[in-house]
């Protein structure tokens, strides 16, 4: 990772930076100071791609998860935060409607605030969904972004769709439609909405868990 991108920072290289994919807690590291900047980056987890019973069209898209941007200073060396890493969607099941789960929350708490990058909604399964689950919300951030949609389908075009959402900043993206017969793909990275099946009786794909990026500069 090579800058930080905001006009609210200098473009010199980062200093630091973590990648947290679990836990419950984030330590400041020793060598900072109050002065230092820091940039989170909070990704909900993706919702799981629909399932399908018979033969037809794909089942709709899980959503991704959304996306929270925090830019902070002020914060002590060795200081521990509580964290929480967004799980992933579960996939939709070979069944009738085949309902695939929903991310969950990225949360990160300072100074009594909580940090929300939400998760991505689970497709409803079945065929002709106009909509896929919906893409996570944000709150509280610098920056909030909702998260991609997942594709919806139409039984009537067996070429129709089923995509999962893309997470925001490019973190994770949503599995790949299905244009024939075969079960939902699962997505990639972080935040990633699981692809809807394609009947007959198959599953959904999964959606991805979320993360936080921290960088900082000393």
């Known amino acids: 990772m090579s800058a930080f991108y905001s006009n609210s920072f200098p473009s010199?290289?980062?200093?630091?930076?973590?990648?947290?994919?679990?836990?419950t807690t984030y330590t400041t590291p020793s060598t900072i100071n109050t002065g230092t900047r820091f940039k989170f980056t909070l990704i909900g987890g993706g919702g799981g791609g629909g399932g399908f019973a018979a033969t037809g069209a794909s089942s709709s898209g899980?959503?991704?998860?959304?996306?929270?941007?925090?830019?902070?200073?002020?914060?002590?060396?060795?200081?521990v935060y509580t964290i929480s890493i967004g799980g992933a969607g579960t996939a939709g099941t070979a069944g009738t409607p085949g309902a695939a789960g929903n991310g969950?929350?990225?949360?990160?708490?300072?100074?009594?605030?909580?940090?929300?990058?939400?998760?991505?909604?689970?497709?409803?399964?079945?065929?002709?969904?106009?909509?896929g689950g919906t893409g996570g919300t944000a709150s509280n951030g610098s920056i909030n972004l909702i998260g991609q949609a997942g594709m919806g389908s139409d039984d009537s075009n067996?070429?129709?769709?089923?995509?999962?959402?893309?997470?925001?900043?490019?973190?994770?993206?949503?599995?790949?439609?299905?244009?024939?017969?075969?079960?939902?793909?699962?997505?990639?990275?972080?935040?990633?909405?699981?692809?809807?099946?394609?009947?007959?009786?198959?599953?959904?794909?999964?959606?991805?868990?979320?993360?936080?990026?921290?960088?900082?500069?000393?």
């Open 62 to 79: 899980g959503g991704s998860g959304g996306g929270c941007l925090v830019y902070l200073t002020g914060l002590s060396p060795s200081t």
């Open 158 to 218: 067996p070429l129709s769709g089923g995509a999962g959402g893309n997470s925001p900043f490019g973190l994770g993206l949503g599995g790949a439609a299905r244009g024939s017969g075969g079960v939902g793909i699962t997505g990639t990275g972080y935040g990633g909405g699981g692809g809807g099946a394609h009947g007959p009786s198959n599953a959904g794909g999964a959606g991805t868990a979320g993360c936080i990026l921290v960088e900082y500069q000393v």
């Open 104 to 131: 969950g929350n990225t949360t990160l708490v300072i100074r009594a605030v909580t940090y929300t990058a939400g998760g991505g909604g689970g497709s409803p399964g079945g065929s002709s969904n106009v909509n």
């Open 12 to 23: 010199n290289s980062v200093s630091g930076l973590t990648f947290i994919t679990s836990g």
